[in-house]
Protein backbone atom coordinates (compact mmCIF):
# COMPACT_ATOMS: atom_id res chain seq x y z
CA UNK A 1 0.00 0.00 0.00
CA UNK A 2 1.07 3.36 -0.82
CA UNK A 3 1.20 5.84 2.00
CA UNK A 4 0.86 9.57 1.24
CA UNK A 5 1.50 11.98 3.25
CA UNK A 6 0.47 15.35 3.78
CA UNK A 7 2.24 18.89 4.99
CA UNK A 8 1.95 21.08 6.99
CA UNK A 9 -1.31 19.77 8.62
CA UNK A 10 -2.78 23.23 9.17
CA UNK A 11 -1.60 26.18 6.81
CA UNK A 12 -2.84 29.82 7.77
CA UNK A 13 -2.61 32.46 5.51
CA UNK A 14 -4.06 35.80 4.77
CA UNK A 15 -6.29 36.28 1.40
CA UNK A 16 -3.68 37.29 -1.41
CA UNK A 17 -0.88 35.33 0.09
CA UNK A 18 0.61 31.92 -1.88
CA UNK A 19 -0.28 28.64 -0.30
CA UNK A 20 2.48 25.43 -0.49
CA UNK A 21 0.82 22.37 0.10
CA UNK A 22 3.19 19.01 -0.17
CA UNK A 23 2.63 15.04 -0.03
CA UNK A 24 4.86 12.60 -0.07
CA UNK A 25 4.25 9.17 -1.23
CA UNK A 26 6.12 6.32 0.08
CA UNK A 27 7.07 4.98 -3.06
CA UNK A 28 7.08 6.11 -6.11
CA UNK A 29 3.53 7.05 -8.58
CA UNK A 30 3.21 5.28 -12.05
CA UNK A 31 3.37 7.81 -14.35
CA UNK A 32 2.22 10.72 -11.92
CA UNK A 33 -1.36 9.71 -11.15
CA UNK A 34 -1.47 11.93 -8.18
CA UNK A 35 -5.16 13.91 -7.74
CA UNK A 36 -6.05 16.97 -5.22
CA UNK A 37 -9.44 17.81 -4.32
CA UNK A 38 -10.81 20.59 -2.60
CA UNK A 39 -13.28 19.50 0.51
CA UNK A 40 -15.73 21.74 2.25
CA UNK A 41 -17.79 20.71 5.47
CA UNK A 42 -21.36 19.03 3.80
CA UNK A 43 -20.11 19.32 0.22
CA UNK A 44 -18.88 16.79 -2.42
CA UNK A 45 -15.34 17.24 -3.07
CA UNK A 46 -14.04 18.63 -6.23
CA UNK A 47 -11.04 17.42 -8.13
CA UNK A 48 -8.87 20.19 -9.05
CA UNK A 49 -6.10 18.66 -10.43
CA UNK A 50 -5.00 15.08 -11.74
CA UNK A 51 -2.25 13.20 -13.45
CA UNK A 52 -0.06 15.23 -11.37
CA UNK A 53 -0.25 18.97 -12.91
CA UNK A 54 -3.37 19.07 -15.06
CA UNK A 55 -5.95 21.30 -13.93
CA UNK A 56 -9.51 20.05 -13.93
CA UNK A 57 -12.53 22.02 -15.71
CA UNK A 58 -13.42 24.83 -14.19
CA UNK A 59 -10.40 24.98 -11.86
CA UNK A 60 -8.95 28.71 -11.62
CA UNK A 61 -5.19 28.97 -12.88
CA UNK A 62 -4.76 30.15 -9.15
CA UNK A 63 -4.55 26.45 -8.59
CA UNK A 64 -0.93 24.86 -9.52
CA UNK A 65 0.35 20.79 -9.29
CA UNK A 66 3.91 19.92 -9.02
CA UNK A 67 5.93 17.11 -8.83
CA UNK A 68 6.80 13.44 -9.80
CA UNK A 69 7.99 10.29 -8.50
CA UNK A 70 7.63 10.34 -4.12
CA UNK A 71 7.17 14.48 -4.15
CA UNK A 72 4.48 16.49 -5.28
CA UNK A 73 3.18 19.92 -4.76
CA UNK A 74 -0.75 21.89 -4.81
CA UNK A 75 0.06 25.67 -4.96
CA UNK A 76 -2.32 28.50 -4.59
CA UNK A 77 -0.88 31.60 -6.30
CA UNK A 78 -3.52 34.26 -4.12
CA UNK A 79 -5.70 33.02 -1.60
CA UNK A 80 -9.48 33.80 -1.83
CA UNK A 81 -11.66 33.29 1.44
CA UNK A 82 -13.78 30.66 -0.91
CA UNK A 83 -10.24 28.94 -0.86
CA UNK A 84 -10.72 27.93 2.86
CA UNK A 85 -11.01 23.50 3.00
CA UNK A 86 -9.63 20.77 3.32
CA UNK A 87 -7.13 19.57 0.64
CA UNK A 88 -6.13 15.91 -0.25
CA UNK A 89 -3.92 14.36 -2.64
CA UNK A 90 -4.81 10.76 -3.54
CA UNK A 91 -2.31 8.51 -5.40
CA UNK A 92 -4.61 6.95 -8.49
CA UNK A 93 -2.11 4.41 -9.70
CA UNK A 94 -1.88 1.43 -7.43
CA UNK A 95 -4.93 -0.30 -5.74
CA UNK A 96 -6.12 0.22 -2.78
CA UNK A 97 -6.40 4.04 -4.32
CA UNK A 98 -5.32 5.55 -0.94
CA UNK A 99 -5.36 9.33 0.08
CA UNK A 100 -3.28 11.69 2.70
CA UNK A 101 -4.74 12.91 5.91
CA UNK A 102 -5.23 16.13 4.34
CA UNK A 103 -4.14 19.67 4.89
CA UNK A 104 -6.78 22.23 6.24
CA UNK A 105 -6.41 25.87 4.77
CA UNK A 106 -7.97 28.54 7.11
CA UNK A 107 -8.24 32.10 5.68
CA UNK A 108 -7.05 34.86 8.83
CA UNK B 1 -26.41 19.18 -15.33
CA UNK B 2 -23.89 16.26 -13.70
CA UNK B 3 -24.89 14.93 -10.32
CA UNK B 4 -24.53 12.21 -8.34
CA UNK B 5 -27.17 11.73 -5.73
CA UNK B 6 -26.69 8.60 -3.18
CA UNK B 7 -29.02 7.25 -1.14
CA UNK B 8 -29.41 4.08 1.14
CA UNK B 9 -27.90 5.36 4.55
CA UNK B 10 -29.16 5.35 8.38
CA UNK B 11 -28.75 3.64 11.35
CA UNK B 12 -28.08 -0.09 11.46
CA UNK B 13 -26.66 -2.45 14.02
CA UNK B 14 -23.17 -3.76 14.54
CA UNK B 15 -23.68 -7.31 12.13
CA UNK B 16 -26.27 -5.83 10.11
CA UNK B 17 -26.44 -4.67 6.30
CA UNK B 18 -27.18 -1.52 4.29
CA UNK B 19 -27.28 -1.40 0.40
CA UNK B 20 -26.21 2.49 -0.71
CA UNK B 21 -27.13 3.13 -4.34
CA UNK B 22 -25.89 6.24 -6.06
CA UNK B 23 -27.85 7.25 -9.62
CA UNK B 24 -26.48 9.51 -11.69
CA UNK B 25 -28.04 12.16 -14.08
CA UNK B 26 -26.22 14.54 -16.69
CA UNK B 27 -24.11 12.08 -18.26
CA UNK B 28 -23.70 7.99 -18.61
CA UNK B 29 -22.04 5.95 -16.19
CA UNK B 30 -21.38 3.47 -19.04
CA UNK B 31 -17.95 4.55 -19.51
CA UNK B 32 -16.61 5.33 -16.02
CA UNK B 33 -14.75 3.70 -13.47
CA UNK B 34 -17.15 4.22 -10.05
CA UNK B 35 -15.80 4.93 -7.11
CA UNK B 36 -17.32 4.41 -3.30
CA UNK B 37 -15.27 7.04 -1.09
CA UNK B 38 -16.15 7.16 3.08
CA UNK B 39 -15.03 9.66 5.55
CA UNK B 40 -15.75 8.83 9.41
CA UNK B 41 -16.63 11.36 11.84
CA UNK B 42 -13.74 13.67 12.01
CA UNK B 43 -11.27 11.78 10.54
CA UNK B 44 -10.16 12.38 6.28
CA UNK B 45 -11.26 10.82 2.98
CA UNK B 46 -10.85 6.74 2.30
CA UNK B 47 -11.02 5.06 -0.50
CA UNK B 48 -13.51 1.96 -0.17
CA UNK B 49 -14.00 -0.02 -3.58
CA UNK B 50 -13.97 0.76 -7.32
CA UNK B 51 -15.45 -1.27 -10.40
CA UNK B 52 -14.83 -1.04 -13.90
CA UNK B 53 -17.40 0.44 -16.61
CA UNK B 54 -18.73 -3.09 -17.74
CA UNK B 55 -18.05 -4.17 -14.17
CA UNK B 56 -15.47 -6.80 -15.29
CA UNK B 57 -13.12 -5.21 -12.75
CA UNK B 58 -13.97 -5.07 -8.73
CA UNK B 59 -11.50 -4.15 -6.37
CA UNK B 60 -11.73 -3.27 -2.70
CA UNK B 61 -9.38 -1.60 0.77
CA UNK B 62 -8.64 -4.73 2.68
CA UNK B 63 -10.89 -3.93 5.52
CA UNK B 64 -13.90 -4.41 3.61
CA UNK B 65 -12.95 -7.27 1.69
CA UNK B 66 -15.40 -10.30 2.17
CA UNK B 67 -17.97 -7.88 3.22
CA UNK B 68 -18.99 -5.27 0.97
CA UNK B 69 -20.05 -5.71 -2.07
CA UNK B 70 -20.15 -3.12 -5.43
CA UNK B 71 -21.56 -3.06 -8.48
CA UNK B 72 -23.78 -1.41 -11.35
CA UNK B 73 -26.35 -1.67 -13.53
CA UNK B 74 -25.48 0.81 -16.31
CA UNK B 75 -29.18 0.13 -17.92
CA UNK B 76 -30.17 2.49 -14.81
CA UNK B 77 -27.45 4.20 -14.60
CA UNK B 78 -26.69 2.98 -11.15
CA UNK B 79 -24.02 2.22 -9.06
CA UNK B 80 -24.66 0.07 -5.87
CA UNK B 81 -22.54 -0.94 -2.27
CA UNK B 82 -24.15 -3.92 -0.61
CA UNK B 83 -22.39 -4.05 3.00
CA UNK B 84 -22.75 -7.17 5.22
CA UNK B 85 -21.80 -7.26 8.57
CA UNK B 86 -21.31 -3.70 9.34
CA UNK B 87 -18.92 -2.58 12.10
CA UNK B 88 -19.04 0.00 13.98
CA UNK B 89 -15.52 1.10 12.46
CA UNK B 90 -17.94 1.58 9.37
CA UNK B 91 -19.58 4.29 10.79
CA UNK B 92 -18.94 7.39 8.01
CA UNK B 93 -20.50 9.88 4.89
CA UNK B 94 -19.92 6.94 2.50
CA UNK B 95 -19.80 9.26 -1.55
CA UNK B 96 -20.32 7.36 -4.76
CA UNK B 97 -17.33 8.96 -7.11
CA UNK B 98 -16.63 8.54 -10.58
CA UNK B 99 -14.19 9.21 -13.53
CA UNK B 100 -12.74 7.94 -17.09
CA UNK B 101 -9.62 7.11 -15.10
CA UNK B 102 -9.26 6.23 -11.18
CA UNK B 103 -8.94 9.83 -10.96
CA UNK B 104 -12.92 10.57 -9.75
CA UNK B 105 -14.09 13.91 -11.93
CA UNK B 106 -17.42 13.48 -10.04
CA UNK B 107 -19.14 13.39 -6.81
CA UNK B 108 -21.88 12.90 -4.68
CA UNK B 109 -22.72 14.68 -1.31
CA UNK B 110 -22.81 11.64 0.40
CA UNK B 111 -24.92 9.76 2.51
CA UNK B 112 -24.51 8.91 6.40
CA UNK B 113 -24.35 5.30 7.46
CA UNK B 114 -24.52 4.91 11.48
CA UNK B 115 -23.19 1.43 13.07
CA UNK B 116 -24.07 1.39 16.77
CA UNK B 117 -26.14 -1.33 18.98
Known amino acids: EIVLTQSPGTLSLSPGERATLSCRASQSITNNYLAWYQHKPGQAPRLLIDDASNRATGIPDRFSGSGSGTDFTLTISRLDPEDSAVYYCQQCAHSPLTFGQGTKVEIK | EVQLVESGGGLVQPGGSLRLACEAS????????MNWVRQAPGKGLQWVAI????????LYVDSVKGRFTISRDNARNSLYLQMDSLRVEDTAVYFC??????????WGQGTLVTVSP
Open chain 2, 51 to 58: IRGDGSEK
Open chain 2, 97 to 106: AGGLGWTSEH
Open chain 2, 26 to 33: GFSLRNYY
